[in-house]
Nanobody, 122 residues
Framework: QMQLVESGGGLVQAGDSLRLSCAAS????????MGWFRQAPGKEREFVAA?????YYADSVKGRFTISRDNAKNTVYLQMNSLNTEDTAVYYC??????????????????WGQGTQVTVSS
């Protein structure tokens, strides 16, 4: 069992940066693929980025967002630069027990955080 707690969301202006953090419980954090997803009002949950020993990004964030992890701190991060209004959403951290996978499909992920709101104003 793993518990995930996101933090770092907030209200920013277009062009600003924000860094999200996700703290995970459990002693085997390094064995999980970690992912970030987001969901805007009235829209489906959308893949943002994933990391095991490699990284994988959605086209919409490639070059602007960076996912990273610190296995010693059981934490995964999402650095978001050049934010725009289309990035407004609730951002969720997720963990996949299959460390060999870098999936963009949310059904592949086994554990989820409660989400943190990111709002980008124009």
């Amino acid at each position: 069992q793993m518990q995930l707690v996101e933090s770092g969301g907030g209200l920013v202006q277009a062009g600003d940066s924000l860094r999200l953090s996700c703290a995970a419980s459990g002693r085997t954090f390094s064995r999980y693929t970690m992912g970030w997803f987001r969901q805007a009002p009235g829209k489906e949950r959308e893949f943002v980025a994933a990391i095991n020993w490699n990284t994988y990004y959605a086209d919409s964030v490639k070059g602007r967002f960076t996912i990273s992890r610190d296995n010693a701190k059981n934490t995964v991060y999402l650095q978001m630069n050049s934010l725009n209004t289309e990035d407004t959403a609730v951002y969720y951290c997720a963990a996949d027990e299959n460390t060999w996978s870098l999936s963009s499909n949310y059904v592949e992920y086994d554990y989820w955080g409660q989400g943190t709101q990111v709002t980008v104003s124009s």
